[in-house]
């Protein structure tokens, strides 16, 4: 049972780029979030989904976009990165209801 | 709307010692809580949630938290502080009005243990 797997962990780009850090979780929940860190500012929420097919924005959502077309699944994508989506990103997932999230390791990433 | 305020920004306590981490809350109805820790380059590991019922949950690790809600309070408390409980504390609230998925976080505190 692998939990909630982030990859890659580290991840520097250039200003531009497009990538998409990947989230997969083996524990057949529903809910799949993804939040961002930065210093002095806890976790902000970015996209968010219910179930497969139904994704909402969440607090920061400008400059991102997700997708969930399986339960296990829920890849954030970055159009086009700015320096200031240099952060650590955590991906974590919960059954319906109020039982808490499982979150994952992180991806580190570096826009420059 | 919610928000969860953590006036702390680092706590530092000998081990051994008792602890006692300060979680304010603001929301509209009910809250669920949470208390999360963070390791250095860890995720984050739930300790503890509220949920209804008894004003004090137990948690993994020796925590517990009381639910206040008459001063919109959740603190975090352990009796006797390890040294391996150097970390950094989140709180949280979510709950039925804006959607168990969107948990608003607390800036963090973060606990050193001196010898």
């Known amino acids: 049972n692998a939990g909630v797997t982030q990859t890659p962990k580290f991840q520097v780009l250039k200003t531009g780029q497009s990538m998409t850090l990947q989230c997969a979780q083996d524990m057949n929940h529903e809910y799949m979030s993804w939040y961002r860190q930065d210093p002095g500012m806890g976790l902000r929420l970015i996209h968010y989904s219910v179930g497969a097919g139904i994704t909402d924005q969440g607090e920061v959502p400008n400059g991102y976009n997700v997708s969930r077309s399986t339960t296990e699944d829920f890849p954030l994508r970055l159009l086009s990165a700015a320096p200031s989506q240099t952060s650590v990103y955590f991906c974590?997932?919960?059954?319906?209801?109020?039982?808490?999230?499982?979150f994952g390791s992180g991806t580190r990433l570096t826009v420059v | 709307a919610q928000s969860v305020t953590q006036p702390d920004i680092h706590i530092t306590v000998s081990e051994g010692a008792s602890l006692e981490l300060r979680c304010n809350y603001s929301?509209?109805?009910?809250?669920?809580l949470f208390w999360y820790v963070q390791s250095p380059g860890q995720g984050l590991q739930l300790l503890l949630k509220?949920?209804?019922?008894?004003?004090l949950v137990q948690g993994i690790k020796g925590f517990e938290a009381e639910f206040k809600r008459s001063q919109s309070s959740f603190n975090l408390r352990k009796p006797s502080v390890h040294w391996s409980d150097a970390a950094e504390y989140f709180c949280?609230?979510?709950?039925?009005?804006?959607?168990?998925?969107?948990?608003?976080f607390g800036t963090g505190t973060r606990l050193l243990v001196s010898p």
């Open positions: 974590a997932s919960s059954y319906k209801g109020n039982n808490g999230y499982t």
């Open positions: 509220y949920f209804s019922g008894d004003t």
């Open positions: 949280a609230v979510g709950g039925a009005n804006t959607g168990f998925q969107k948990l608003v």
């Open positions: 929301y509209g109805a009910t809250p669920y």
